[in-house]
Nanobody, 120 residues
Framework: VQLQASGGGLVQTGGSLRLSCAAS??????MGWFRQAPGKERAFVAA????????DCADSVKGRFTISGDNGKNTVYLQMNSLKPEDTAVYYC????????????????WGQGTLVTVSS
């Protein structure tokens, strides 16, 4: 499975960005987003199960970030609104076979990161 993430950039506090992750190759049923801030561990952000539309979102972004997917395009999106400086991180998309999970060790496939910088 190959994952190609895009959409990062520089935005001011309160602004919005939409990240995209296009998947190709072997079929996966769950795609997720993780982020890694400088000096911190990679942390779960959100995930979606294609088949049932089940989603999960970290408490830190709930109400501000929304994960969605376009099955026909094999692409998952992360709409990020009301961005805060603490959202600054490299964002990674990931994929796994079945079941929405929050642990990075549960994901088999990873894309390259895309940097999101939120200025204060």
């Amino acid at each position: 499975v190959q994952l190609q993430a895009s959409g990062g950039g520089l935005v001011q506090t309160g602004g919005s960005l939409r990240l995209s992750c296009a998947a190709s190759g072997r079929t996966t049923y769950v795609m997720g987003w993780f982020r890694q801030a400088p000096g911190k561990e990679r942390a779960f952000v959100a995930a979606i199960n294609w088949s049932g539309g089940v989603t999960d979102c970290a408490d830190s972004v709930k109400g501000r970030f929304t994960i969605s997917g376009d099955n026909g395009k094999n692409t998952v999106y992360l709409q990020m609104n009301s961005l805060k400086p603490e959202d600054t991180a490299v964002y990674y998309c990931a994929a796994r076979g079945f079941g929405v999970m929050r642990s990075r060790s549960d994901y088999n496939y990873w894309g390259q990161g895309t940097l999101v910088t939120v200025s204060s």
